[in-house]
């Protein structure tokens, strides 16, 4: 935590999640995996009981699979967003800067799972087609 030049402060959060095998988040084929968020959250002075808020988050994902069935698979990307708000500071810095981070990280994991495992199961579905599921052309 840092003052900035404008009478306010900025503070930074990091948060990593170890999905390795010897991780405890470790699921299903996993072999590796990490995901490690960075925010920073600039905070403007007070004025008449609020402060303005920018938060930004850069989340850093990646997973490597390794299993007979499926094989080798490695994928690995990132994302950014900026949120910005004026709240209330009656609850204190702290518990908004909180909020923040959380209602960011959902957003962050649902853009993950819609871009990259979206996008991903696509292209390997249709490169590679799971053997329990039969493709049929329309009649013409």
Request: glycine share 10%; with cysteine; hydrophobic share 35%.
């Amino acid at each position: 935590m840092w003052e900035d030049d404008n009478e306010g402060f900025v503070a930074c959060f990091l948060i990593k999640k170890d999905g390795s095998k010897t991780g405890h988040g470790r699921r299903g084929y996993l072999e590796e995996g990490a995901w490690d968020a960075i925010h920073v959250i600039e905070v403007g002075p007070e004025e008449e009981g609020t402060a303005h808020y920018c938060l930004t988050s850069t989340i850093m994902l990646s997973l490597t699979t390794d299993d007979e069935s499926s094989g080798t698979f490695s994928l690995s990307g990132s994302i950014r967003r900026q949120m910005n708000m004026n709240l209330p500071v009656a609850e204190g810095h702290l518990c908004n800067m909180g909020k923040m981070i959380e209602e960011m990280e959902g957003k962050l994991r649902n853009s993950l799972d819609q871009v990259y495992f979206g996008k991903t199961r696509e292209m390997v579905c249709t490169l590679r087609p799971p053997s329990e599921v039969v493709m049929r052309l329309p009649d013409s």
